[in-house]
């Protein structure tokens, strides 16, 4: 049931937040809803993320190749060299695959409906700053008080398997 124009949600936090965990559960909750998700993820540690080194398309890419697909069996691997486009370009790229959710995980100060993770007291100041945010999940038990007296969103425990079930159903809320 591919829309025309997918949902687009985020999972951002500070790093070692969880986010990758966080998202991981959430493709296989939306998956299991039918809904069809494709991701993004911003590499906010400095330099380039690590790619296959010996593989033909990284091969491709030293030799000068801006970008390289590999398909086999169903599986379509991209990889791009000085491909620095903005979020908007790489969505639309993504929309090519007619998914009905497009997950972001990172770019923080982007204003689609995302999801704060917080690992500790020092990460709530992102609530004040971070535009948009449709639930948090916090790490410690003491936090939740702290996040309920200033603030009237949604949040869960990091292992509260209710944070996965609001948010995908939230999204699919969206999508209607």
Known sequence: MALVKPVVFQVVGYQNSGKTTFTTKLIKALKDRS???VTIKHHGHGGKPDAADQKDSSKHLSAGAIASIVE????????????????????????????DVILIEGYKQENYP??????DKQDLILL??????????????EMRDMITA?????????????????IAESIQRLEK
């Open 150 to 166: 200033k603030w009237s969103i949604p949040s869960f425990l990091i292992d509260d398997e209710a944070a996965i079930i609001w």
């Open 35 to 37: 809904l069809k998700t």
């Open 114 to 119: 995302k999801l704060l993770l917080v690992r």
């Open 128 to 141: 004040e700053t971070v535009k948009n945010v449709m639930a948090v999940v916090y790490w410690m038990e």
């Open 72 to 99: 086999g069996d169903g599986r379509l691997l991209l990889q791009a060299e000085n491909f620095q486009h903005s979020l908007e370009k790489q969505i639309e790229l993504l929309k090519l695959f007619y998914p």
